[in-house]
């Protein structure tokens, strides 16, 4: 089944699931930052495995919980509204797998070896690679994967990143693909040049839900079903698996207040 019309969209709406999370004392202004360790509504998450780490789903501690569908009904996100203490970018997103306890400070490629993805299958289509520090760390070096494409092919090596020359607890790295790859189905080794990334690395592999501007600090910017795109919240069908939501932001300071605001599913 799928949301087709605006009266099915209607129908499908689930109650708002309101969302919160403390401010960050610390943070790297124009970098990414993980809120998954972040107390508040959903609470933190806890720091993943070593390798191969493992595949969250929507009752992990750190997801936002919601109910799966039932009946062969898809999930949307239908409305999103946010606001931060400091402007900057939303990210909303499916954890779908993740490792850590890597050490970035030694020379040469680190072993991950990260556990087979599951939703919606095992291919990776659309699957992004993130470098993501669970502690603070120097920087002044670059990182770099070698993964598995979503077509099988193994060996494969992103274009390596330059990093910030200190890198804050929480920062979140996105890491570009090799030419002509448009997803990613496992990570096998993550390097750091130099050998100055932090003793506490992991990569996380997720699928982009929906970003949203937040220009102002404590104004809420609401965006609908039209203007996200409805997308999809893809679920695995059988044994049957919710998304592991999380939320990530992009801020203009090296603070920021708390973030605060609801996302509404559609379930049809």
Known sequence: ?????????????TPPNAFFKNAVASLTAGRWHSLWSVDGRPSAGATPAATPGAV???????ALPYNLPVGGRLTYLARLAAAAGVPGTLLVYDRLCHVASINGGLVGA??????????????????????????????????SISYTNSLGVSGRTSPAVT?????????????????????????QTI????????????????????????????????????????????????????????FALLLQSTSAGPLYGQAVLAQG
């Open 56 to 62: 969250p789903d929507n009752t992990t501690a750190g």
């Open 110 to 143: 680190q072993t991950v070896n990260s556990a087979a993805l599951t939703r919606p299958d095992a291919n990776g289509n659309g699957v992004e690679a993130w470098v993501e520090y669970f502690a603070a760390a120097v920087g002044t070096s670059t990182v």
């Open 191 to 246: 390097t750091h040049a130099g050998a100055s990334g932090g003793t506490n690395v992991g990569v996380t592999l997720l699928r982009q839900i929906a970003q949203i501007p937040l220009p102002a600090a404590n104004i809420n910017t609401v965006a609908n079903a039209i203007e996200l795109g409805m997308p999809l919240i893809q679920e695995r069908v059988s044994p049957q698996q919710g998304a592991c939501i999380a």
């Open 1 to 13: 089944m799928a949301i087709t019309t605006i009266d099915q969209l209607a129908a499908g709406f």
């Open 163 to 187: 990093l910030p020359a200190t890198i804050a607890a929480g920062t979140m790295i996105p890491l570009p693909l090799a030419a002509g790859d448009t997803g990613v189905r496992s990570v």
